[in-house]
């Protein structure tokens, strides 16, 4: 049974940073993309940041480009969201990811896994709130 366990959400101030973590368990962690999806309340779950496992190659959305990082530990099976310079608008419940399939399906992991985000795994997602 594939799980996605995330943690390190919670409630803080403009300005400071959060660091997210996703536990993947019952698949196979390498040569898969993997990523961090938000949702704000009324609005659609977007792609924040996404890697490839195996090069680890990443890729950001504009919207936090420069002030998000993604990162893991392979030997951990263990996918990072670091948020840095947190603004009320990155208030949002933050989900990890991973592709269904092994590869990158010919194209980038953010087109993966937005293409296919019906067929994602998903974890429960853990809640960012900042304040102003």
């Known amino acids: 049974q594939v799980q996605l366990v995330e943690s390190g959400g919670g409630s803080v101030q403009a300005g400071g940073s959060l660091r997210l973590s996703c536990v993947a368990s019952?698949?196979?962690?390498?040569?898969?993309?993997m990523g961090w999806f938000r949702q704000a309340p009324g609005k659609e779950r977007e792609g924040v940041a996404t890697?490839?496992?195996?090069?680890?190659?990443?890729y950001y959305a504009d919207s936090v480009r420069g002030r998000f990082t993604i990162s893991q530990d392979n030997a951990k099976n263990t996918l990072y969201l670091q948020i840095d310079s947190l603004a009320p608008e990155d208030t949002a419940m933050y989900s990890c990811?991973?592709?269904?399939?092994?590869?990158?399906?010919?194209?980038?992991?953010?087109?993966?896994?937005?293409?296919?985000?019906?067929?994602?795994?998903w974890g429960q997602g853990t809640q960012v709130t900042v304040s102003s």
């Open positions: 019952g698949l196979s962690y390498s040569n898969r993309c």
């Open positions: 990811a991973a592709a269904r399939s092994l590869g990158r399906g010919g194209g980038t992991c953010y087109s993966l896994l937005v293409r296919s985000r019906g067929d994602n795994y």
């Open positions: 890697i490839y496992t195996s090069s680890g190659t990443t």
